[in-house]
């Protein structure tokens, strides 16, 4: 490991963190380099609720998230505030191991269009059926999508 990633190993990222199967991540500015210590890691395959919220991935770092074999049982991600944009949404639209995921929370990230048709268009996400994009942005799946604005 560099001198980017503060933790020497993955059980000091899980330490006090995991909660049966809920791994709670948030605000830990994890960046790409650190999140790696996860995605190589079996003992996420325990992990069916993912929050991931204010850390530093980008897409780069979900393009990692995407690709890992670990993540199968994983059917809520929280991905607000990550610097994620559309690119890294096509990363997740492709990810052949997340067809378990329901709900994707994306707020707070640079996203602008092509990765949100990526997804609509997803033929791995096959169960996610909720993700909200922006403050007021829910989108459902229902014989279709659907966007409802919230109040």
């Known amino acids: 490991m560099s001198e980017n990633c503060r933790f020497k190993n993955v059980e000091e990222i899980f330490e006090g963190r995991l909660r049966g199967n809920q791994l709670m991540l948030s605000g830990k500015g994890l960046n790409p380099e650190e999140a790696r ?3 190589q ?3 996420m395959m325990e992990v069916s609720w993912l929050d ?8 780069e770092g979900v393009r990692e998230l995407a690709e890992c074999a670990f993540l199968e049982n994983v059917q809520y ?3 607000n505030q990550n610097k994620v944009g559309d ?3 096509k990363y997740l639209a492709d990810a052949a191991h997340l067809g378990k995921l329901k709900r994707l929370h994306l707020k707070g990230n640079p996203v602008k269009g092509d990765g949100l048709l990526s997804l609509f268009n997803s033929e791995m996400l096959v169960n996610l059926s909720t993700f909200q994009v922006h403050e ?3 989108c459902k799946k229902r014989e279709g999508w659907r966007y409802k604005p919230q109040s």
């Open 136 to 138: 007021g942005w829910t």
């Open 37 to 39: 210590l996860l995605w």
């Open 41 to 43: 890691a079996p003992r």
């Open 87 to 89: 690119e890294g949404l």
């Open 77 to 79: 991600l929280n991905l």
């Open 52 to 59: 991931l919220d204010d850390n530093n991935l980008g897409d």
